[in-house]
């Protein structure tokens, strides 16, 4: 049998004289024969867990159910009914029983006396059709379970996550135990090991090594593999699948060796490739993030203004680790014996909204040097983000405060009201202007007198937004807890953001309070 793959054979037939000449001509081809007497005993056998039949060599006469039959249930079973079945009879030779043999099942119909090269090259040809078909289906599950991996990972925010999911999405895909290994600058490197097609992942650390020869681009690099005590389980082979990047650290995966075919080859190569793509979006994240943040802290001021008569505590709190960084700041300076404050936040949530939000401030700084007042500035701010920077847009609330008498002079563009918060009742100071980057005036001012005790809170939207609220009710959320605000300012921003900014953090927080106190 050149060429071709040994099979496990099943042969039907209640002769055990024809069994025998029939047995030994498959045997000589080198396939492995189990044989039956009766149709029932067939089934049985077909049924039987530990025979794994690949063709049915099916006589049609048979002593209790006759061989369409045996064909017709054959066929009707989800579990068999792609095996092929070859009838053969020395009685039923006639047109109209091949075509009923045919019609109930049957692949191919041989008549006796029957030609040995002639039977075993029917079973060649089934069989390759057999193989043809099942190798077509393992591959189209394989590449549904591969999109359904696809779509669990990419989900994912984090590096760990990604991995588990990666390497549950392997053992589904391959059929038995899988594990992958990446790294990043934040994690080190992780695997992740999955012991069966559905056993639970186990987070490894894992160490790198030198080799000398990467089978991705032929240089030298770095291998992850276990920690501790060689392979993941016997027979199991690390492979470089994949790299997104040139210089980039590729990705690992561990599959079993035995039975790894060219198919398997490819499969491996697009499942790598994918989570590769995966793990560098993650990474290109967490680098752009953290540069953001770094930028963004770095704008803000290091230490606060001491100004007599009026406390001040401020928070900026950037989103959870798995969402963007965004635009806010706060800003307090003295100025002339004023106190100048600002929070506000630019459109957006990338290191570009960082950035905008970096040149904003200090075009702000810049006019507030020439004059402190809030409507003059704001109308400035206002017309150099039109020439400059037309496609942004950005809230801001910034005042001027005589800390000696109270006065305060505010204007507010489309950013979310100034608390002002006085023996357990707040107020909404109301009065706004458009946001900055829209063409209207932005000078218009609000006057207000803090009396001694009076506090005002000034936040960014990230403390009154969370998913499943509308805004109103987050301002409301918001009032509520500032109703009860502590003597200690520290201690109150440290309460409100435990209790407001805990239901959901998709967004930076910047937070504010300016209290006026009695300078005696």
Not at 142 to 165: G, Y
């Amino acid at each position: 049998m050149i060429g071709e793959a040994a099979a496990d054979i099943l042969v039907v037939d209640d002769s055990p004289s024809k069994r025998y000449v029939i047995t030994s001509w498959l045997r000589r081809d080198g396939h492995r024969v189990v044989e039956a007497a009766t149709g029932l005993e067939a089934l049985r056998l077909l049924h039987d867990a530990a025979l794994h039949a690949e063709l049915v060599v099916l006589d049609v006469r048979l002593p209790d159910i006759d061989g369409f039959e045996v064909a017709e249930r054959i066929k009707e079973d989800p579990r068999t009914t792609a095996i092929p079945v070859i009838h053969i009879s020395a009685t039923a030779v006639h047109v109209v029983d091949r075509t009923q043999g045919l019609n109930r099942g049957a692949d191919a119909y041989l008549a006796e006396p029957i030609d040995p090269d002639e039977l075993l090259a029917t079973v060649r040809a089934k069989l390759r059709e057999y193989r043809a078909r099942r190798r077509a289906e393992r591959l189209a599950g394989r590449l549904t379970r591969l999109v359904d991996t696809t779509t669990a990972f990419n989900a994912t925010t984090s590096l760990p996550d990604l991995l588990v999911a990666a390497a549950t999405g392997a053992a589904r895909v391959f059929e038995g135990p899988a594990a992958v290994a990446a790294g990043s600058e934040e994690t080190g490197p992780i695997a992740v090991q999955v012991d069966a097609q559905d056993g639970v992942p186990q987070v490894r650390s894992a160490m790198r090594e030198q080799y000398d020869h990467d089978p991705l681009d032929g240089q030298a690099g770095t291998v992850l593999f276990r920690q501790d005590d060689g392979p993941w389980w016997q027979g199991a082979v690390w492979r470089v699948v994949a790299r997104a990047k040139p210089g980039r650290e590729p990705l690992h995966v561990a599959v079993p060796a035995e039975g790894f075919s060219d198919d398997d080859a490819d499969l491996l190569r697009q499942f790598g490739q994918a989570v590769a793509l995966a793990v560098e979006a993650l990474r290109s994240y967490d680098e752009e993030r953290r540069t953001a943040l770094t930028l963004q802290q770095s704008m803000l001021p290091q230490r606060l203004p001491s100004v007599p008569g009026v406390q001040l505590a401020v928070r900026y709190q950037p989103a959870s680790e798995h969402a963007s960084v965004g635009g806010d700041f706060y800003e307090l300076l003295l100025l002339d014996g004023r106190l100048v404050a600002a929070i506000g936040d630019v459109a957006g949530h990338s290191l570009r909204a960082a950035t905008i939000m970096a040149e904003v401030r200090h075009a702000l700084r810049a006019y507030l040097v020439e004059d402190a007042s809030p409507g003059p500035s704001m109308e400035r701010l206002n017309r150099m983000m039109l020439r400059l920077l037309p496609e942004e847009i950005a809230t801001m609330c910034l005042l001027s405060m005589d800390p000696a008498s109270g006065e305060v002079r505010l204007t507010n563009a489309g950013h979310p009201p100034v608390l002002r918060v006085h023996e357990g009742r707040v107020d909404l100071v109301e009065g706004r202007v458009a946001l900055l980057g829209v063409p209207t005036p932005h000078d218009e001012e609000i006057r207000l007198t803090l009396a001694p005790g009076e506090t005002l809170v000034l936040v960014t939207d990230g403390l009154i937004e969370a998913r499943g609220q509308t805004f109103n009710e987050g301002l409301d959320a918001l009032c509520a807890a500032v109703g009860d605000i502590e003597a200690d300012l520290e201690q109150f921003c440290d309460r409100l953001l435990r209790e407001l900014s805990a239901r959901s953090r998709d967004d930076d927080i910047a937070l504010l309070v300016i209290r006026r106190v009695d300078s005696a």
